[in-house]
């Protein structure tokens, strides 16, 4: 079966650069979740979106933003980039049967190192 | 903040049945709970969900106490493959609140 894919799987960035990561959710899913989760950390949630408008907001940092396409795939834009930033990035996905029922599938995630 | 709580570390003998508690005293009644584990590194798997009543798929079972307090996840016949962190979520609408989780290790 289709997963979620996640891509680049691993990126190297120096300070203060940009860096932009991509998932691409399950088939006819059409919400999209992003969690971080920093090294010996439990997954942080970040932000999500139903049919390409925001729907949640974590603890996402005001230096990301991110969207949701009309192809529902969604894109994580990272600027500024610190040495905490460092971590894996999930993308899950849902598709929403309704307000309560919400089982989401992960990516395999992107590993971000900041030098 | 996570509203569950789970004991930090477990083992279990390989073959044999994990049992692996959770508490969620503060449940309120539309809310379900989820468990997922994350083998290392990996992203979290989902394992199963139930509101009220027990559950059981190819996976694992879930027990929920009548009060929904607390529940035990049960993996009948654990592996190896099966050691990772177990994390039992309490959900309703959006986003997972990740708690500390359970780390069970299946021992040869």
């Known amino acids: 079966a289709a997963g979620v894919i996640q891509s680049p799987r691993h990126l190297i960035k120096e300070k203060r650069e940009t860096a932009t990561l991509k998932c691409y959710p399950i088939p006819r899913h059409d919400t999209v979740y992003w969690y971080q989760q920093g090294p010996g950390q439990d997954p942080q949630f970040l932000i999500s979106?139903?049919?390409?408008?925001?729907?949640d907001k974590g603890s996402i940092p005001d230096r990301f933003s991110a969207q949701q396409f009309s192809d529902y795939h969604s894109e994580l834009n990272m600027s500024s980039l610190e040495l905490g930033d460092s971590a894996l990035y999930f993308c899950a996905s849902s598709y929403q049967v309704g307000p309560r029922y919400n089982e989401q599938f992960f990516g395999p995630g992107t590993r971000l190192t900041v030098l | 903040d996570a509203k569950t709580t789970q004991p930090t570390s477990m083992d279990c003998a390989e073959g044999r049945a994990a049992n692996l508690p959770c508490n969620h005293s503060t449940i309120s009644g539309n809310e379900y709970v989820y468990w997922y584990r994350q083998i290392h590194s990996q992203g979290p798997q989902y394992i199963i969900h139930g509101l009220k009543n027990n559950e059981t798929n190819e996976m694992a079972s879930l027990i929920i106490t009548e009060d929904r307090k607390s529940s035990t996840l049960i993996l009948p016949h654990a592996t190896l493959r099966d050691t990772a962190v177990y994390y039992c979520i309490v959900h309703y609408g959006q986003n997972f609140v990740f708690g500390p989780g359970t780390r069970l290790s299946v021992l040869p």
């Open positions: 979106f139903y049919e390409k408008m925001q729907s």
